[in-house]
């Protein structure tokens, strides 16, 4: 299979240069080039090239914006993104953008190839000085904390699982009731029942344990946090 190539980059020794290494790949096949973003996202519609090499600076648009404009393409490449800038705030705007492999410009002839070849596999490649501090940082992470066993939570009910929810989020008997359209006196029963199952005496612990056991799951705060968040939101039954 033939994999079909677009380069775009400003400079056209660089540009010129990546079509003569990459013309003698037996398959691949360069579709053209160009150092205008606006002009990219044409070529894309028109020549359906299975992967698009490009920098960061071109002219018109950014690269970047061209990366996430071409992602919402009903049919987006894979994109090699090739740049002599690999600051963290680069490589975070360039993943999130949707590019499949980020290499720096001082990559070998071979190594480019190779992740051209990855990326029309759907693969994903990154410089190895890139890998290397994205692995740092990722062990620099706190470890998630595991969540406490507590077989009586088995017991609940749906229904009772989805208000001890809506509870923990800090919603009030009446925000519950009104929520999932019934009565304030079945949404205390619930609370009632679930505590009894639980073993605990009020709301508070109630919140408490359902972070602990993993039945509500922060949403990016620390667990500590959402728990205070949670328990001070809470009105009286």
């Not at 994999?3 to 990459?22: E, N, S, W």
């Not at 890998?131 to 620099?140: E, I, K």
């Not at 989020?169 to 009894?196: C, F, K, N, P, W």
Request: with cysteine; hydrophobic share 40%.
């Amino acid at each position: 299979m033939t994999i079909r190539v677009l380069i775009c980059d400003q400079l056209p020794v660089i540009a010129d240069g990546l079509r003569t290494l990459l013309d003698a790949v037996p398959d691949i096949d360069v579709i053209g080039t160009t150092p205008n973003g606006m002009e990219a996202i044409v070529l894309v519609r028109t020549m359906r090239p299975d992967v698009v090499v490009t920098d960061l600076n071109l002219q018109t648009i950014s690269g970047l914006e061209m990366i996430r404009r071409l992602g919402q393409e009903d049919e987006s490449p894979n994109v090699v993104v090739f740049t002599a800038t690999d600051t963290d705030e680069t490589v975070s705007d360039v993943l999130h953008a949707g590019a499949s492999c980020l290499l720096g410009k001082d990559v070998s002839p071979q190594e480019l190839i190779n992740a051209i070849h990855g990326a029309a596999a759907g693969q994903t490649m990154l410089a190895p000085n890139i890998a290397q501090r994205l692995v740092a940082w990722f062990r620099a992470q706190p470890e998630p904390q595991k969540a406490e066993t507590c077989p009586e939570v088995t017991e609940l009910t749906p229904r009772e699982r989805e208000v001890t929810r809506m509870v923990a989020q800090g919603m009030s008997t009446e925000d519950v009731a009104r929520e999932l359209i019934i009565g304030e006196a079945t949404v205390r029963t619930h609370l009632y029942r679930v505590r009894t199952k639980l073993g605990v005496r009020d709301r508070a612990e109630l919140v408490s344990l359902a972070y602990r056991t993993g039945l509500i799951h922060s949403d990016g705060r620390s667990l500590g946090d959402e728990r205070m968040l949670s328990m001070g939101g809470l009105r009286a039954s």
